[in-house]
């Protein structure tokens, strides 16, 4: 979200979970909230959606092999093909490979790879490392099942709720953002999680920008975990009134808005449920991100909506267009295009719901969590939905 959130007609960000025209006049709605702790608790059937989270975890990198080892001084207790094997972090890292819809692995000191269905973990409380050979490397703690879809293999970490939100707040603030807007942060994480509307079919969300960015769980004393316990159970609801219910809202957010956020129907996505309001964003106003792109020389036309620009930066680039704030920037600078001219805007992200940088600054400012998260979604109310950390 940012959000990065991609656009769906059920959810945000993402990317992030960005605006039209910077100057337009703001919508002004009057918002009602509960800013304490003591807010009212959602209905016990509610508390199965908040207990943990199932996430898909680096598909991006679409990656045939994986390794595997637990964290310093702890050990894990592997399920593979109905037998258990316990693999301390001192043996060495074990080789997941993809290999026509199963899986081969080559557990430490074993003389021949053993294929399987999946590679699971069960305890939710295991330490361990992932990484994409070459790539990337993360730790993560809670559950672990890995399998294959063809020949490219699917991670996916059990956690606990709170620390989904914690990993989420670390990888999805901007540098030196306040406690208040990263406690800001954590609430609209939160409720993104507690809502669930996700399109996957294996598990809850994944860790890219089409739902929230996640990465390794911060350090307990963390400004990013702080903020998460001290908003433990927080999350947004907004009035359905056809249905005459309070619903989590799937809080979307972006980096930065040029200015106002936007409406979802400005950024071409029909919805139902929560209006997303255009609010006015000082901090953007002030210090709009400003970019440049050359025109693409194979590309038909520019993107009109959100989905025409995650499209579009699918094939070429995520950073090919930022956001949909559009303007013919008449630049003759050919360096990179065959064709005069290009596309300019102001902003990066679909520019719904929560500023980043704007709240970084409400935050500088004095605003506290609950302020910045009325100012940017309008008609919405804190209320607990747990009063103890998982």
């Given amino acids: 979200m940012r959000g990065r959130v991609e656009m769906s007609t059920k959810m945000p960000q993402k990317h992030s979970l960005t605006t039209a025209a910077a ?87 074993d003389s021949a790879p053993i294929s399987g269905t999946s590679l699971r973990i069960h305890s939710d409380s295991a330490s361990f490392w992932l990484e994409v050979p070459g790539k990337l490397r993360r730790q993560y703690s809670g559950t672990l099942e890995i399998r294959a879809r063809g020949q490219i293999l699917e991670a996916i970490v059990g956690m606990p709720l709170e620390v989904a939100v914690a990993s989420v707040v670390q990888a999805e603030s901007p540098p030196g953002a306040g406690m208040e807007a990263l406690k800001a942060q954590a609430v609209a994480a939160r409720s993104f999680f507690v809502a669930k509307q996700s399109s996957h079919r294996d598990f809850d969300f994944c860790d890219t920008t089409h739902c929230q960015f996640l990465r390794s769980p911060p350090a307990f004393k963390s400004p990013a975990a702080e903020a998460t316990r001290a908003t433990t159970g927080l999350i947004l609801t907004w009035r359905d009134a056809d249905r005459e219910l309070d619903r989590p809202l799937a809080a979307m957010y972006a980096r930065s808005c040029g200015g106002r956020t936007r409406t979802l129907r400005e950024i071409g996505v029909k919805s139902s449920g929560y209006p997303y309001y255009a609010v006015g964003c000082s901090y953007c106003r002030r210090h709009p991100e400003i970019w440049q792109r050359p025109i693409v020389p194979d590309a038909e036309s520019d993107p009109q909506t959100e989905r ?17 704030t559009l303007a013919e920037s008449g630049s003759t600078d050919s360096a990179h295009d065959r064709r005069p001219g290009g596309l300019a805007g102001r902003g990066i992200g679909h520019g719904i719901g929560m500023c980043q940088l704007g709240a970084a600054d409400m935050a500088r400012r004095g605003f506290g969590f609950a302020q910045i998260l009325a100012h940017y979604y309008p008609n919405t109310r804190l209320e607990t939905v747990s009063k103890s950390t998982p």
């Fill in 23 to 109: 100057l337009a006049v703001v919508v002004c709605v009057c918002c009602v909230w509960r800013t304490t702790p003591s807010a009212q608790t959602t209905h016990p059937s509610d508390l199965q959606f908040i207990r943990s989270v199932r996430i898909g975890v680096l598909s991006l990198f679409h990656p045939k092999e994986l390794l595997l080892c637990a964290a310093d001084g702890s050990s894990l207790a592997i399920e593979l093909n109905g037998q258990n094997r316990v693999v301390r972090s001192d043996a060495g890292a074990i080789a997941i490979r993809a290999a026509d819809s199963a899986i081969e692995v080559q557990f430490p000191l």
């Fill in 308 to 324: 025409d620009r995650l499209a579009f930066n699918r094939i070429h680039g995520w950073g090919a267009i930022p956001s949909l």
